[in-house]
Nanobody, 125 residues
Framework: QVQLVESGGGLVQAGASLRLSCAASGRTYRNYVMAWFREAPGKEREFVTFIRWSDGSTNYADSVKGRFTISRDNAKKTVYLQMNSLKPEDTAVYYC??????????????????WGQGTQVTVSS
């Protein structure tokens, strides 16, 4: 089992920055993929970004590319999501997820068996 705990959400104005953290514990594996998803009110949960624990390779949704950066600290078993130039449309509950999905489903939530409790990010205009 893997436990994930997110932190760092909050209420900010448009244009501001926030950094989310996701601390992993339990049976974490070097070949895991760590991902961030978000769910806005009335919308389906959507992929934001992922990072491969093994080699640090990343990918981003087009909507956040150039503004968000995912990184990892192996020693702390923690993944970070640096969010810059935040927009009101970034308002959502952000979830950290872990697993080892096939590349064909790496952008899909059901491919990840482990999830954190979520942290609210609210961006005012």
């Amino acid at each position: 089992q893997v436990q994930l705990v997110e932190s760092g959400g909050g209420l900010v104005q448009a244009g501001a920055s926030l950094r989310l953290s996701c601390a992993a514990s339990g049976r974490t594996y070097r070949n895991y993929v760590m991902a961030w998803f978000r769910e806005a009110p009335g919308k389906e949960r959507e992929f934001v970004t992922f990072i491969r624990w093994s080699d640090g390779s990343t990918n981003y949704a087009d909507s956040v590319k150039g503004r968000f950066t995912i990184s990892r600290d192996n020693a702390k078993k923690t993944v970070y999501l640096q969010m810059n130039s935040l927009k009101p449309e970034d308002t959502a509950v952000y979830y950290c997820a872990a697993g080892h999905p096939d590349s064909t489903v790496i952008y899909k939530g059901p491919a990840y068996p482990y999830w954190g409790q979520g942290t609210q990010v609210t961006v005012s205009s």
